[in-house]
Structures are given as C-alpha cells and as structure tokens.
Nanobody
Framework: QVQLVESGGGLVQAGGSLRLSCAAS????????MGWYRQAPGNQRELVARITSGGSTNYADSVKGRFTISGDNAENAVYLLMNSLKPEDTAVYYCRAGVALQYGGTWYAYWGQGTQVTVSS
C-alpha cells in the first residue's frame, strides 16, 4: 500500500559528505513524521534524525551539528545531509514514515529497504 524508496548511499572517505533521499508513495492520506534510522552490524537499529510535518526536528547526540534532516510535505519526501562523516557512521540507513491511510485512521509505520553508507578511514 505504501512504499518508501531510499537513495544516495555509498562509499565516502572520513570527513566527506553524502545526501540521502527518501520518497513515500502509495495510498497515503497523511504523514505525521519521517525519519532516518541506522543499523550497524551487531547493533540495534537506532534513530538518527526525524522531522514532523510541522518541521520540528530531533537528532541523535552522535550526529548533532553534522547531519541535517529536511522534508518536503508536498512530495512526501525526506532528506538527510550528512557532513563530516566518520567511520562510526557506517551502517545501513533506513527511512521511516508514520502514515495514515485515511482521515481519522490509525497511524502505521512504514520502512524503506535501506541504503548502505560506508565511511572509510
């Protein structure tokens, strides 16, 4: 019913930058939040950053000052600009959206397939 497609991952040297994009499509009535999570091998999935439809943002302490999340409500899209990347940022990055399929309906969480970000030292 709802698909999230991510793009923009890749291999970059420490200190470099990448920009991730995620677009949601399908039977969407409304989206309340969109965000980015990441999971490194052997670790739990963790929140990186999220943004509400009103523009409020929050970030993991480990990325504050380096990463910037932004959104486009009209396009149901979210972006993550990652600067000053470190090897410890290496992970699979997942896009998540909180979606209502109809007016007054339940909010559901949808996830993208993930995109690999690798930062070499």
């Amino acid at each position: 019913q709802v698909q999230l497609v991510e793009s923009g991952g890749g291999l970059v040297q420490a200190g470099g930058s990448l920009r991730l994009s995620c677009a949601a499509s399908g039977s969407i009535f409304s989206i309340n939040t969109m965000g980015w999570y990441r999971q490194a091998p052997g670790n739990q999935r963790e929140l990186v950053a999220r943004i509400t439809s009103g523009g409020s943002t929050n970030y993991a302490d480990s990325v504050k000052g380096r990463f910037t999340i932004s959104g486009d409500n009209a396009e149901n899209a979210v972006y993550l600009l990652m600067n000053s990347l470190k090897p410890e940022d290496t992970a699979v990055y997942y896009c998540r959206a909180g979606v209502a399929l109809q007016y007054g309906g339940t909010w559901y969480a949808y996830w993208g397939q993930g995109t690999q970000v690798t930062v070499s030292s």
